[in-house]
């Protein structure tokens, strides 16, 4: 079902004529734009971690410092989503997706540029682009490309996991051959500026445009009345509780694998394979679920490649952490797809799936926001990883509890 909302074209509209290759043409433009804007929704956060120690050091920061870097990129993913649907109604979706990406640009080049002033400034730039991103670019698809919105948002899910593997991948790469200290940081800091801005450039054809969603007012007090109803509680708690285990595990666990003795650049790389294996489930499973009565076995199922993931990369031997990193991979990236599905399965209709899936993201992503504080201070304290991986298969079996109970085959009341 298509959303509510109207698509107009600022420039005049093309004759009824208009050749086929030409619309075929505008299309993949259009494709190709927004997997330049997906690549980047992931790439400023996985490309610290791996040189969070080489960040300290160069920096001069506390391991406190570390740990709120770490999660204010999530913060932001919380507090400024909301932002999403009223820019959009008085600018177009179209133009306030290139200003979220030059958000990213600048952002990225302020903390680069001065990382002793503006290093959480420029972090919180960058992070509100991505965060009215990650609204706006899902909704654009299912109203510019409504026929085709399930293959669009598949290969947007890929070109996001494709940043967020590259970043982890490369960080420590870069690092080296810049030299380490300073100038290393700063580029390790600023450098994914560069896909950012490529991307600014594919989009502005995309600014002849002018995508406008309807019902805005009904649509936030839709997503405000949603805390009325257990279901709708579950869905976001297994969002939010999902998204926490992913960024604690995002954040530390490079850190957590270097203090095991593995180099610099084989965390980086143990990194990018959960990422790879969050990239195949996050696509497989909504496919799953959709054919499924209720979704309670997929849950089930879900948590417990997560937590064998989890549990095997936290104390198994180092030799066996990629496969248990992927194994992490996989469940995280099930548990993603299986969230996302509850927003639309657990709807009665698209106005409140759209609610819902507000409601699930604003609230979910400032619970997810407490995951790398709490692994960092817990590390802190102790001196050491078991208590940390303790508490996120402790998360582990409150998100299996929601899971279940989002799984079933129910609807958010009306009214």
């Known amino acids: 079902m298509r959303e509510p909302g109207r698509y107009m074209q600022i420039e005049q509209a093309p004759a009824p004529g208009r050749r086929p290759g030409l619309r075929a043409a505008g299309g993949a433009f259009l494709v190709v734009g927004i997997l330049a804007l997906a690549f980047n929704l992931r790439s400023m956060i996985t490309g610290l971690p791996p040189v969070f120690p080489e960040l300290q050091a160069a920096l001069h920061i506390s391991a406190a410092s570390l740990a709120v870097l770490a999660a204010v990129p999530v913060l932001c993913f919380g507090v400024f989503s909301g932002s999403g649907a009223p820019l959009s109604r008085r600018y177009g979706e179209e133009r306030v997706l290139c200003a979220a990406a030059a958000l990213i640009v600048v952002g990225l080049l ?36 409504p026929e085709r919105a399930g293959l669009v948002i598949g290969l947007y899910l890929l070109a996001l996991s494709a940043g967020a593997i590259t970043a982890s991948a490369l960080a420590v790469p ?18 994914w500026a560069g896909p950012a801005v490529i991307a600014v450039l594919i989009w502005l054809p995309q600014l002849r445009f002018r995508t406008v969603p309807e019902g805005g007012q009904s649509r936030r007090a839709g997503a405000l009345a949603m805390r009325r109803h257990a279901l709708a509680w579950q869905v976001t708690l ?47 499973v909504p496919v799953l679920a ?36 992927l194994l992490l991979g996989f469940g995280q990236g099930a548990c993603l797809g299986l969230g996302i599905y509850y927003t639309m399965a657990r709807a009665h209709d698209a106005v409140a799936a759209a609610s819902l899936s507000a409601f699930a993201q604003g609230v979910g992503y400032l619970i997810a926001s407490t995951g790398p504080l709490l692994i960092g201070f817990l590390h802190t304290v102790t001196g050491g990883w078991s208590a940390s991986i303790a508490v996120l298969l402790g998360v582990g079996v409150l998100q299996l509890i929601s899971g279940w109970l989002a799984g079933r085959k129910l609807t958010v009341p009306t009214g």
């Open 238 to 284: 297994f969002m939010g509780l999902q998204s926490l285990s992913y960024y604690a595990a995002l954040s530390w666990f490079p850190t957590m694998f270097r203090d095991r003795g593995v180099s610099a650049a084989y965390a980086g790389t143990l990194l990018a394979l959960m990422n790879l294996g969050n990239a195949v489930t996050a696509l497989v």
């Open 174 to 191: 870069i690092f080296t051959a810049a030299g380490g200290g300073l100038a290393a940081t700063r580029l390790v800091l600023g450098v």
């Open 290 to 325: 959709q054919r499924a009565t209720d979704q309670r076995w997929l849950a089930v199922l879900s948590m417990a490649v997560s937590g064998i993931g989890l549990a095997g990369a936290g104390f198994a031997p180092t030799g066996l952490a990629p496969a248990f990193m």
């Open 110 to 145: 302020l903390r680069s540029l001065a990382p002793s002033t503006l290093l959480f400034p420029g972090t919180i730039v960058a992070g509100g682009g991505i965060a009215l991103m990650n609204v706006l670019l899902p909704s654009l698809v299912k109203r510019r490309m």
